[in-house]
């Protein structure tokens, strides 16, 4: 199994542009989750889905933050317009049903925008 | 609601020195605990998790006990390797809910 595969690994953007991050969840979970980690506020929960249907977006900070998942192996999260303070590493996670299995993390995208 | 709540890093050890990480948490219902390990420029791994309470979880030397009286999940290992250096997180999920509560994360630092 090749895990949680993200893309890309790193994303250096300009100020207003779109920026979009992908992620392919293990085959067979059906949850998918979307995480932020930053030195000031740590790991924060974006937005969840489970079976393709978004649970909770409570943690999306703004409308300028949006996810899809089209099917069930692919997910997009995408920042339009991009700003200074999104800079962060973006993390998707996903898990079989039940919440005792614990999740399973992609390597993360560093975001960067300047 | 529910919450996780660990202590303070950075934590400096030296190699074969004892560590315990202190991980306490809310939880309205009957939560499974979960230690990750998150490596350098890596994403968090799972380490070890405890479904019930006096479980014990273990993995690659490390152990935590699911304590329902005081509501806790430490971590520790025996005799640390420059190898475990890396920030830890303890965290929660409640089954019908499958989401996860993290805490802040603890950075471990192991000189040699």
């Known amino acids: 199994d090749a895990g949680v595969i993200q893309s890309p690994r790193h994303e250096v953007t300009e100020m207003g542009q779109e920026v979009t991050l992908r992620c392919k969840p293990i085959s067979g979970h059906n949850s998918l989750f979307w995480y932020r980690q930053t030195m000031m506020r740590g790991l924060e929960l974006l937005i969840y889905?489970?079976?393709?249907?978004?649970?909770?977006d409570s943690g999306m900070p703004e409308d300028r933050f949006s996810a899809k998942m089209p099917n069930a192996s692919f997910s997009t999260l995408k920042i339009q317009p991009s700003e200074p303070r999104d800079s962060a590493v973006y993390f998707c996670?996903?898990?079989?049903?039940?919440?005792?299995?614990?999740?399973?993390f992609g390597s993360g995208t560093r975001l960067t925008v300047v | 609601g529910d919450s996780v709540t660990q202590m303070e890093g950075p934590v400096t050890l030296s190699e074969e020195a004892f560590l315990t990480i202190n991980c306490t948490y809310t939880a309205t219902g009957y939560p499974s605990l979960f230690w990750y390990v998150q490596y350098p420029g890596e994403g968090l791994q799972l380490l070890l998790k405890a479904t019930k309470a006096d479980d014990k979880g273990s993995n690659k030397g490390f152990e935590a006990t699911y304590r329902k009286e005081t509501t806790s999940f430490h971590l520790e290992k025996g005799s640390v390797q420059v190898s475990d250096s890396a920030v830890y997180f303890c965290?929660?999920?409640?089954?019908?809910?499958?989401?996860?509560?993290f805490g802040s994360g603890t950075k471990l630092n192991v000189k040699p």
């Open positions: 965290a929660l999920s409640e089954y019908n809910f499958n989401k996860f509560y």
């Open positions: 889905f489970n079976n393709n249907v978004p649970i909770d």
């Open positions: 996670a996903s898990s079989p049903a039940g919440g005792d299995y614990g999740y399973t």
